[in-house]
Nanobody, 127 residues
Framework: QVQLVESGGGLVQAGGSLRLSCVAS???????????MGWFRQAPGKERESVGS????????YYAESVKGRFTIARDNAKNTVYLQMNSLRPEDTAVYYC?????????????????WGQGTQVTVDS
């Protein structure tokens, strides 16, 4: 079993930045470095949507059009951690942000493609 814990959320002014972290624990020493990791978000009354995804080696990443050029996903397999750097934040970025992981290669944008989920961290962007 793999546990994912997000941190780094909070309240920020529009135009500001935040960096979210997601640390994996559990059966991770061998497996995390082989996992595709993703970030999702869910605003009140809306469906969960993909923010982006990164392959096991960090060699490829995918971003939703709404965040492209503003958000960056990175990972440090030695620390079992994936990051979401969010710049130029907008009020519409306000949501609970979740990290997710799944074994295997390939970028994945669908929530159905992930086996493990964190509990989420709230990001609020004030205009």
């Amino acid at each position: 079993q793999v546990q994912l814990v997000e941190s780094g959320g909070g309240l920020v002014q529009a135009g500001g930045s935040l960096r979210l972290s997601c640390v994996a624990s559990g059966r991770t020493v061998i497996t995390f470095s082989s996992y595709t990791m993703g970030w999702f978000r869910q605003a009140p009354g809306k469906e969960r949507e993909s923010v982006g995804s990164i392959t096991w080696d960090g060699g490829s990443a995918y971003y939703a059009e709404s965040v492209k050029g503003r958000f960056t996903i990175a990972r440090d397999n030695a620390k079992n951690t994936v990051y979401l750097q969010m710049n130029s934040l907008r009020p519409e970025d306000t949501a609970v942000y979740y990290c997710a992981g799944t074994p295997g290669a390939g970028l994945r944008s669908s929530p159905n493609g992930y086996n493990y989920w964190g509990q989420g961290t709230q990001v609020t962007v004030d205009s």
